[in-house]
């Protein structure tokens, strides 16, 4: 579980989240959804340390997060994923070596355990044909694919993914969606998804939550969504085409 | 006031680059790499630039010292003395800000923009000493043998045009040999250490505070040379007051 209380964040005393308090629960996928420039993803880089809030408490499971020194801070990093909206894969390594960076860095495990491991990794995200490949060799959703081997791969307990399927065509994005949905049944981890996309939320949404000029606008799941009595929410969602014929049904 | 804003965050950065490794096998690993793409792939560029400076200083000095008061052998004595304490160090440096900067302010800094460092943040791993100390290790231990290897080159570049008929070669050889000091190659070698060390640091910082799209890390690139290029004259100066 990820709470967050009140928090506040602010850049050039410009106020990008406004008092927002939200609990993200464990086994589900959590999304978090708004309009381009709404501040879901500086909420979600708030989440996950990239930012530091002005005020407000972030909590992973038990622990403070806020609280907690650079060092200590370090040992829950370790339990995050994060599955960034270009897949943010190291250029000059490959599909391989991106997988296994975590592994390198914050495991004692031998070569062979390694090896097996970004192999299962790769397995699962169907990746295991393409290990030597570098990044600009890539598809747009084989990239995205790799970086969710790259994020699974130390068993993380939290999941995070900022717009994960922005710029596939709606088949793969289809496939990346339902690939981080069972990897969070499957692992039992908390996942947080930053998305814009009404496919997703329809497909996935197991809890959503609506940010709206930085403020927490709405909460609720995806069968709640269709028939929430609220204006800028309602505005949002029946932009799109597939939310309207879901209504109608 | 600018000036000293980016001096603090400069020297925070070098704080959290040489902070302790998260593992020091990665970071052999990865030193041995920057060795290779930024030391041995700037050779060729070296030994081109260093031979036909040596060739151009030998027909120079061939012109300027074109008098009978003055032995020949001395042109090969100017060209050791010109490549060995200024050219080999100072000159090839600049240069290499100019290669090696670039690259290393254009890398870190497109790393930047595509969230590569932050993904290596949020895996716990220390992104700064991670990027930028295994190529400050990798160019302070071979720069000073670029510059070793740019000495010999440029000599041979003089030797080359000698037997061309700018001169006798016997006589640039007898200069080459005339008086040698070892502490001009200690100096020479000192200084070209700082400059790698700054070269380094300098596009490594530019490069990790980079921010916006592609035009902000050329920016960024472009200027990681002028200013690596400034320091590194300043410390030219300071280096030769302290050593002569």
Redesign the interface.
């Known amino acids: 579980m990820i709470k967050c209380e009140n928090i506040f964040k602010s850049f050039e005393g410009r106020t990008v989240l406004n008092d927002i308090s939200v609990t993200f629960e464990t086994g589900k996928t959590n999304l978090i959804i708004g309009r381009s420039g709404s501040g879901k993803t500086v909420l979600l880089?708030t989440l996950?340390?990239?930012h530091e809030p002005d005020e407000g408490e972030i909590y992973f499971d038990d622990t403070c997060y806020t609280k907690l020194s650079f060092k200590q801070?370090?040992a829950i990093?370790?339990d995050?994923g994060?599955i960034?909206?270009?897949g943010?894969?190291?250029?000059?390594s490959t599909v391989y070596e991106n997988v296994k960076?975590?592994l390198?860095?914050?495991t004692e495990q031998s070569e062979a355990e390694k090896r097996e491991r970004v192999e299962f990794c790769l397995e699962r995200v169907e990746l295991s044909h393409a290990p030597h490949l570098y990044p600009s060799e890539l598809s747009g959703g084989m990239i995205k694919r790799a970086a969710i081997a790259r994020a699974i791969v130390l068993n993380p307990r939290y999941l995070?993914c900022d717009e994960p399927n922005s710029g596939l065509d709606p088949q793969t994005s289809i496939v990346i969606d339902n690939l981080i949905q069972s990897i969070t049944r499957e692992y039992n981890i908390t996942t947080i998804i930053n998305t814009h996309d009404m496919n997703s939320v329809m497909e996935i949404g197991e809890k959503i939550v609506y940010i709206h000029t930085g403020y927490k606008w709405w909460e609720g799941t995806k069968e709640d969504i269709l028939y929430a009595d609220n204006k800028e929410l309602n505005d949002f969602v029946f932009a799109s085409a597939m939310a309207k014929r879901a209504r109608g049904k | 006031m600018k000036f000293l804003e980016t001096l603090g965050r400069y020297c925070i950065l070098m704080g959290k680059v040489f902070s302790r490794p998260e593992k020091w096998g990665i970071y052999y690993r990865r030193t041995i790499a920057e060795l290779d793409q930024l030391g041995v792939g700037s050779m060729a560029l070296t030994a081109i630039i260093s031979v036909f400076i040596g060739a151009v200083i030998t027909i120079q000095m061939a012109i300027t010292l074109d008098t009978p008061f003055i032995p020949q052998m001395m042109i090969g004595y100017a060209t050791k003395e010109t490549m060995i304490l200024e050219f080999s160090s100072t000159v090839i440096a600049i240069i290499l800000a100019g290669k090696v900067g670039s690259n290393i302010a254009s890398e870190i800094g497109t790393m930047r923009i595509t969230e590569q460092i932050d993904a290596l943040e949020i895996m716990g791993v220390n992104s700064a000493a991670y990027l930028i100390l295994p190529k400050i290790i990798a160019t302070m231990i071979f720069f000073p043998f670029l510059a070793a290897f740019s000495m010999i080159v440029g000599m041979f570049g003089g030797f080359l045009v000698a037997r061309m008929g700018v001169m006798l070669p016997s006589d640039y050889i007898d200069g080459l040999l005339y008086y040698f000091d070892s502490y001009e190659i200690t100096y020479s070698l000192v200084k070209m250490t700082v400059f790698a060390f700054l070269i380094t640091s300098i596009s490594g910082f530019y490069g990790y505070y980079a921010k916006g799209n592609s035009l902000e890390v050329g920016r960024a690139s472009t200027t990681a040379v002028v200013v690596s290029s400034i320091m590194i004259m300043i410390f030219n100066l300071l280096l030769t007051q302290l050593m002569r």
């Open positions: 880089k996950v340390g990239l801070r370090k990093r370790k995050i994060m960034f909206q270009g943010a894969l190291i250029d000059a960076l975590p390198d860095l914050f995070f």
